[in-house]
């Protein structure tokens, strides 16, 4: 690879053949040779290129290692409940379950969908059955087993069993609908501000603040994940006029084709010039400001945990270190829960809500956080001499486990 870093076209033409030949870049950019072969500083935008391909792998296996995680998980969550049901039903059943032949293992499984509980004695969800006969299927086909649960004849008695309960448990009321995530109304984001859980003045409610306007304007985008954006991944940029904008720079972004088609709009939120104390740019100048300055370079991670004791009239309120995945897949329901909001609230609840306000909502808004900034600056104030400090244990990642 080091002897095709030179600026001559012949060894540039290598650094393209090497690419080829490894399937880093070309399936990213087809039209790399055209784009190495112009210019002065082709030898630069070659490198440049296999230098955000590479990081873009980098990222799609992180992906990937998280769906990977999150299968294990679930397969084993599916092994250890059948396992028990089987051992407080049929004690005397000790075998692996990928050695127990089809006949035999179909009727524990028509009884497990039948008869199982969960710990509190409550039925399980319609969904929480398929889904462990899906792992309980996963675990078998690594084991080599010579049938498939969910759709082999030999096992038509337990997939019987499996629908017949379903249906009964969604006569019961059982199922997503008591469940679903409600959205997050703008009466509910009044609340976390008015409450200060969504706020410039304090480091949870900062970043539940940036948080949440990340998720609104980016959250559509494709490779937009909260537990992997990183910091450069929104770049803070003016337009010709000194228009201030947030753009998002994920990896779909990188394809000039995809950012051609969409014109680049929906990818951009701008600052509201006339109401800066709502204005979503202004909020990431602050959480840049309050970020230590060694995690300001591109690949830090973009949400940073919070120091255990803030002095809030200190200018870095963050650790050097991610806030955990765990509180991230959290933000809303720990925030809704700490502005005691009704409903079951989840991250999920922020794609449903409305991102448009009407020009009346716009204005109650501008007032209230007119009013929390004057509130602010007057605590401030009184607290000058003696120090204005705050606990944020709940914030500690060093607890939290990803």
Request: proline share 3%; hydrophobic share 30%.
């Amino acid at each position: 690879m080091e002897d095709c870093l030179h600026t001559s076209s012949e060894n540039l033409s290598k650094l393209v053949s090497w690419a080829h030949s490894h399937g880093t870049i070309c399936s990213l950019i087809p039209n790399l040779k055209h784009l190495l072969s112009e210019g002065a500083h082709g030898n630069l935008t070659a490198i440049w290129l296999f230098n955000h391909a590479t990081d873009q792998d980098e990222r799609a296996a992180e992906l990937s290692r998280e769906q990977n995680e999150k299968t294990i998980r679930s397969t084993q969550t599916a092994l250890r409940n059948f396992r028990e049901f089987l051992i407080s039903k049929y004690p005397s059943e000790t075998r692996e379950i990928y050695v127990i032949p089809c006949k035999e293992l179909d009727a524990y499984l028509a009884s497990f969908f039948v008869d199982a509980r969960q710990k509190d004695g409550s039925e399980y969800e319609p969904n929480s059955l398929a889904n462990y006969q899906c792992g309980l299927e996963r675990y078998l086909k690594e084991h080599r087993y010579g049938y498939s649960i969910t759709r082999d004849k030999e096992f038509k008695r337990s997939q019987e069993a499996l629908k017949q309960k379903q249906i009964e448990l969604r006569c019961k009321g059982k199922g997503n609908k008591p469940h679903k995530s409600m959205k997050l109304t703008f009466a509910d984001e009044l609340i976390l501000r008015k409450r200060g859980l969504l706020s410039r003045y304090n480091p949870e409610g900062l970043l539940n603040l940036v948080w949440l306007n990340n998720t609104k304007a980016f959250g559509h985008c494709t490779g937009f994940h909260g537990s992997t954006l990183k910091w450069g991944d929104i770049r803070l940029r003016v337009t010709e006029t000194g228009l201030e904008y947030l753009e998002w720079m994920g990896p779909d972004n990188g394809d000039v084709n995809a950012r051609s088609k969409r014109g680049g709009t929906d990818s951009r939120v701008y600052a509201t010039q006339h109401s800066p104390q709502t204005c979503p740019v202004q909020d990431y100048k602050e959480y840049a400001q309050r970020r230590p300055p060694a995690m300001r370079y591109e690949d830090a991670p973009f949400y940073l945990s919070i120091k255990p004791v803030v002095n809030l009239a200190a200018l870095h309120w963050y650790n050097c270190q991610a806030l955990g995945k765990n509180k991230l897949a959290k933000m809303v329901k720990t925030m809704c829960e700490k502005g005691n909001i009704p409903g079951r609230k989840t991250n999920f609840s922020v794609y449903q809500s409305c991102s448009t306000l009407s020009e009346a909502q716009s204005n109650q808004l501008v007032l209230i956080c007119n009013n929390l900034s004057q509130q602010a600056a007057q605590s401030m104030a009184s607290h000058s001499n003696t120090g204005n400090f705050i606990v944020s244990a709940s914030y500690d990642s060093s607890s939290d486990t990803a």
